[in-house]
């Protein structure tokens, strides 16, 4: 049986010579993930190396968090694992409240009108302050970014890949 991983995050750069880390959050649940003693897996780029690793220290930094894993402690130690991914176990995924979901359950969703016009298909979330923003890429056309809002998304539907939404005037050109 193979192992099914998440991506949370992915090594952006070193910070200082104490041997942190700048990691860009690809995880709704950044405070909890990267908490001290959570256990991550640091995965290499190709896929072929992985470094399971247990978080000693974490602050979020503008728009990164600065991680320290235990046993790490210079930046000679750290340095290669820029560009690797921080993900996590299907065993380690976290229960979701009402209205919320994991990035992987939506990235890849149609996304339709409630009239049932096809817009496109979620490619990526992006976190930028009050509210996530959902990047749908449509055929021949410029991306849509959607606000995670009320107001524009009606329905969520994981299990079906679908993503049910009210056209707002001027939320697409």
Partial sequence: MTLEWFNVGVVAGTHGIRG????VSRTGFPAERFAEGSELTLVSPDGGQ?????????????????????????????EKFRGWMVKIR??????????????????????????GETIGTVTDILQPGANDVWVVERKGKPPVYLPYIEDVVIRVEPERRRIVIRLMEGLID
């Fill in 20 to 23: 942190e880390l700048k990691i």
């Fill in 50 to 78: 992985t470094v399971p690793v247990r978080v000693a220290s974490a602050r979020p930094h503008k728009n990164v968090y600065l991680v320290k894993f235990a046993g790490f402690d210079s930046i000679n130690d750290v």
């Fill in 90 to 115: 299907r065993d380690q995924l976290m229960e979701t409240g009402e209205n919320e979901f994991y990035f992987h359950e939506i990235i890849g969703c149609a996304v339709e009108t409630e009239d």
